[in-house]
């Protein structure tokens, strides 16, 4: 690998962390989709990032013997602080515009409004409580069980927007969507191995299987929604897909056990 290779995959990198999370990285935007398109290839592997800072917060919630509820609430504060909330809005968004909306302009007018109705402010609240029940009902099995599924269900989570970004097209002509691009065919594979990789923070084949059905599932039930109700993907549809599949992957852990 050349030193302008090096120095590329280090922009990307960089690229998706300053997207991603509220890290300082020195680059506040993107010079074009094809860029970012490539650069979401590592999408999965911020989600580790993310993933393991929240399952460390855990773990010190642990180790000071907090009650577990309160351990997992903060570990889930802290994921949504470090992402700034990104996907978190893009869910209540989604919500308010495919749930609100009486036709497809409509639902994109509502999806762009900054105020957060009532589909949006219950989609929150089923995400977080959700979550934290699942991560409650994780640490009932052990702390090591309730950190593996963090970061598996970070990681996860993330690889399904970059699928969406590569079968759909942006639901209107301007947005995050269209300045993001479509990834090619091997920046989504490199994607799904890496979010495949994370799968190995677990300790029996069935949680594998049902977190990569999850993963699926979202993306096909989302996408599917998406273009029926408004003709393709947005940024907030992507955020809703990351929170989609991050829930329902720590439902599935949590039911079954990492």
Not at 40 to 65: H, I, N, Q, T
Not at 89 to 110: E, N
């Amino acid at each position: 690998m050349t030193e302008t290779d090096k120095t590329g995959l280090w922009q990307e990198l960089k690229l998706c962390l300053g997207l991603l999370t509220r890290l300082p990285t020195g680059l506040t935007g993107i010079e074009s989709p094809e860029i970012m398109a490539r650069a979401s290839r590592w999408f999965p592997l911020v989600g580790l990032l993310v993933g393991g800072l929240s399952a460390a917060v855990l773990y010190g919630g642990a180790v000071l013997d907090l009650p577990n509820s309160a351990a997992a609430l903060i570990a889930l504060g802290a994921s949504i602080l470090l992402t700034g909330a990104l996907h978190e809005d893009g869910l209540a968004d989604t919500a308010d515009g495919l749930g609100g909306g009486h036709d497809r302009d409509s639902r994109l007018a509502i999806m762009r409004d900054s105020h957060i109705g009532t589909y949006g402010v219950l989609a929150l609240i089923l995400s977080v409580g959700l979550r934290w029940s699942a991560l409650v009902a994780l640490m009932g099995n052990s702390v090591g069980a309730a950190m593996a599924a963090l970061i598996v269900a970070a990681s996860v989570s993330r690889l399904v927007p970059v699928m969406l970004m590569n079968v759909l097209s942006p639901a209107r002509r301007d947005g995050m969507a269209v300045g993001a691009g479509s990834p090619a065919g091997p920046a989504v594979r490199l994607a799904c191995a890496l979010a495949l990789g994370s799968l190995f923070f677990l300790s029996h084949w069935p949680a594998m299987v049902l977190t990569i059905i999850a993963a699926l599932a979202v993306f096909v039930a989302l996408g599917a929604f998406a273009v029926r109700r408004i003709g393709g993907q947005t940024g907030d549809v992507l955020g809703a897909s990351q929170q989609g599949t991050e829930v329902l992957v720590l439902l599935c852990l949590a039911t079954v056990g990492p």
